[in-house]
């Protein structure tokens, strides 16, 4: 089955710099790929999603690359404010058939500091 | 529009009793998947309802099973439960299987004692 590795596990940045957080996954059938942030005594809540057929995707101060060929992708955060501090969380969807199941990483925890 | 709605928030069971867990997905998504999350596995599928089936199943023992109803709202249920069966479950609505995004409910808590 499918396998998603995340790094860093921790991550402390300055207010005003920027965050990278990078995920692998074994499948190369595998055809998309979202980003969740899940805050203290909630639930993940969907950020971002990229499609294998993309390489890039932006949303104000959030972008996500996919480099299909090295089966990686990227979560980028710029002008990190404190409100960004949470758990990130990368996933990839198993292909198998119709199925909607999605493998995660380990989670990053994203501090950022005044 | 509402999001996806899990009951109860918290649980507090004791081994060998039975909880069923329930959901009300997004209006309009037919798709609910059920995951487990705990600080030492992290994220893990459970199984993933479609049109009332269970069209997928992740690798967790028979004492975990679950439903969807003609409305889409779905439940889960954990039989004789044990001391690692304590986590945050989480329901994920979708429009239809396989596409589209997935969203979370805030999670159901539960602490077997």
């Known amino acids: 089955g499918e396998n998603v590795e995340q790094h860093p596990s921790t991550l402390s940045v300055q207010e005003g710099d920027s965050a990278v957080i990078k995920c692998t996954y074994s499948d190369s059938a595998s055809n998309y790929f979202p980003w969740y942030k899940q805050e203290l005594g909630k639930g993940p809540q969907l950020i971002i999603d990229?499609?294998?057929?993309?390489g890039e995707k932006k949303d104000q101060r959030i972008a996500v690359t996919l480099n299909k060929t090295a089966k990686h992708f990227s979560l980028h955060i710029t002008e990190t404010q404190p409100e960004d501090s949470a758990v990130y969380f990368c996933a990839a969807r198993d292909p198998t058939g119709t199925a909607s199941k999605l493998t995660f990483g380990t989670g990053t925890r994203l501090q950022v500091t005044l | 529009k509402a999001g996806v709605t899990q009951t109860p928030r918290y649980l507090i069971k004791t081994r060998g009793q039975q909880v069923t867990l329930s959901c009300s997905p997004i209006s309009g998504h037919r798709s609910v998947s059920w995951y487990q999350q705990t600080p030492g596995q992290g994220l893990q599928f459970l199984f993933e309802y479609f049109s009332e089936t269970q069209r997928n199943k992740g690798n967790f023992p028979g004492r975990f099973s679950g439903r969807q109803f003609s409305n889409s709202r779905s439940e889960m249920n954990v039989s004789t439960l044990e001391l690692g069966d304590s986590a945050l479950y989480l329901c994920?609505?979708?429009?239809?299987?396989?596409?589209?995004?997935?969203?979370f409910g805030q999670g159901t808590r539960l602490t077997v004692v």
């Open positions: 994920a609505s979708s429009f239809t299987q396989g596409i589209g995004e997935a969203f």
């Open positions: 990229i499609r294998s057929n993309v």
